[in-house]
């Protein structure tokens, strides 16, 4: 096992030990495997499942059950939001009843990261640690939002590739009165019809 998610693996464990719901969904799972693909970092972690017990690894051995391929933040997200583990954003290939089962582990799974961190490093170092965390994840939040935001009003703005809502609603309107207009002109062209015959 690689030395680097050696102290993510202990956590992971000790936290599962007093999680008793958890450990009791782990069973379904006792030698099975997943591979997350970090698309961004180009890096594989595999997670092996050992009589109720993970197992990680930097050196999958190219023989999981499931592989789920995203970009670091939306994997990380998996923890609060299981849900997204379908989203539009993570791949998933292999047996999507395994996911299925992960999802609702995920779901039921409290991780305590600042309690674990401080078992470890002590809770000196753990509150900034844990603190500096949350506040990378709110800015990347943050900042993926901005992003939306400022591409959104440059396609519209600056760029006219998106109409505004006054754009919408103009076109719109446009749309109903030539429905209207039409109708009125196939009324006439019937009307004329019948006078004609």
Do not use: C
């Amino acid at each position: 096992m690689s030395g680097l998610l050696t102290p993510f693996e202990r956590a992971l464990n000790a936290a599962l030990a007093h999680d008793l719901e958890s450990r009791s969904k782990m069973v379904q799972f006792d030698q099975r495997s997943i591979a997350i693909e970090i698309s961004d970092f180009d890096k594989v972690i595999q997670i092996s499942f050992l009589q109720e017990k993970l197992a990680l690894s930097l050196d999958p051995d190219g023989d999981a059950d499931l592989i789920i391929t995203g970009k670091a933040l939306t994997l990380a997200k998996l923890g609060s939001d299981p849900d997204s583990l379908f989203s539009a954003d993570i791949d998933i290939h292999g047996d999507v009843q395994f996911a299925k089962q992960l999802r609702d582990l995920l779901e039921g799974f409290d991780f305590d990261w600042e309690a674990q961190l401080a078992r470890y490093a002590g809770d000196t170092l753990a509150y900034p640690i844990a603190h500096g965390l949350r506040q990378f994840s709110r800015w990347a939040k943050d900042s993926h939002q901005s992003l939306q935001l400022n591409v959104s009003d440059y396609l519209k703005e600056e760029s006219l590739i998106l109409p505004d809502q006054s754009q919408v609603n103009n076109f719109l309107s446009a749309v109903d009165t030539l429905r209207a207009d039409t109708d009125r002109l196939e009324a006439r062209i019937a009307r004329l019809k019948k006078a004609s015959s």
